[in-house]
């Protein structure tokens, strides 16, 4: 029986042509900048996102700590959301190892950081207070179903950030799919934010890696931080290749997972126990509630891995289906009817 794993795009194997790729990359030691390869990404991706310069980092987490600490001292407060992958998913490193201070802002469920809820969370000048020095947004938002923000949204906060005088980065692991989505130039998504994280190893489906973009002043800054951080890589040119494939191929691809997860959550949909808002599936993340008076969570997974499909449990009675290129069209349909014989 063939494996239809929905628990998430982390899981997509390289392309042939990324592994061709990564087989015959130029290489040198990118520690010392003489890795042609990585070089060649960091410009390709600095040129897509619109900004002057960008670094090839191992992780999405690594990425986004990074330009927190290149925009903030220690001390420092930053405005997020509570259903952020940074507040939530990042082991608290920001306070760990950067001493920055979290101002916490509870999320919309369309991903949004509500725009009077923003304005009051910026510190006046005070002694007893801590600078506030960034936003951050998250697009697409993962714990909000994979919700996209838009332009018109993201020119808001910037305005907003601009009058307090405060930064914008941008965590969009999966920002293509937005992008897409939207049917938006992907600059129209970075125009209005000073830094942003980008992940090659999502739907994009390289094997390792994301990048951060700014100005070349700062990520001469956040070179020296991913060096802090154990993130300088030798030859990196054999990731990085496989990352130029994906930029090169893969972001239109994006939207047969949207279609896909869309009509995953259609088909569930309509099955009794199951609750869903259509409303909130705009990519390739869908959350749903399981509501069903003799099945608990853990007996679900089980029944459902017992028909080799596997989804991710979120919280009690959540769960989060995602679609990406291993998940093939004719698995979503078999996706589904095994829930509903589950749920029968
Ligand atoms: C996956 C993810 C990250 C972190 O990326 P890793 O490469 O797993 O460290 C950051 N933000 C969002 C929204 C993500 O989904």
Do not use: W
């Not at 998430?8 to 087989?23: E, G, I, K």
């Not at 900048?33 to 070089?39: I, N």
């Not at 869908?286 to 007996?299: A, I, R, S, Y």
């Amino acid at each position: 029986m063939e494996l239809i794993d929905l628990r998430s795009d982390t899981l997509t194997q390289p392309t042939p042509a990324m592994r061709q790729a990564m087989a015959n990359a130029e290489v040198g030691d990118d520690v010392f900048r003489e890795d042609p390869t990585v070089a060649k990404l960091e410009q390709i991706t600095a040129s897509i996102l619109g900004k002057e310069s960008a670094l090839f980092v191992p992780s999405g987490t690594m990425g986004n700590l990074i330009c927190l600490l290149t925009h903030c001292q220690r001390g420092d407060e930053y405005i997020v959301g509570d259903r952020s992958h940074i507040f939530l998913n990042e082991v608290g490193g920001a306070s760990a190892l950067g001493g920055l201070h979290p101002h916490v802002i509870p999320n919309e469920k369309d991903g949004t950081l509500p725009l009077s809820q923003l304005e009051k969370a910026f510190r006046p000048e005070d002694i007893h207070f801590p600078s506030t020095r960034l936003i951050c947004l998250e697009n697409t938002h993962n714990f909000c179903s994979g919700a996209t923000l838009t332009p018109s949204y993201m020119n808001k906060v910037s305005q907003i950030a601009q009058k307090h005088n405060t930064a914008v980065h941008l965590d969009g692991a999966r920002l293509f799919s937005a992008a897409v989505a939207l049917d938006v130039p992907v600059t129209d998504l970075t125009g209005p934010v000073d830094s942003v994280m980008i992940s090659i190893s999502k739907g994009l489906s390289a094997p390792v890696g994301s990048l951060i973009s700014s100005t070349g002043d700062f990520i001469n800054q956040a070179r020296k931080y991913r060096k802090m951080l154990g993130g300088g890589m030798r030859q990196a040119g054999h990731m990085a290749a496989s990352g130029i494939v994906a930029l090169e191929s893969m972001i239109e691809h994006l939207k047969s997972d949207h279609a896909n997860a869309y009509s995953f959550a259609k088909g569930i949909s309509l099955i009794p126990g199951i609750k869903i808002d259509l409303n909130t599936i705009k990519t390739n993340i869908v959350f749903f509630e399981l509501n069903h008076p003799k099945l608990d969570d853990k007996n679900f997974l089980a029944k459902l891995e017992s028909r080799n499909i596997k989804i991710l449990s979120i919280d009690p009675g959540v769960f989060r289906a995602v679609t990406h290129s291993g998940v093939k069209d004719h698995m979503i349909a078999k996706a589904v009817e095994g829930i509903k014989e589950i749920l029968k």
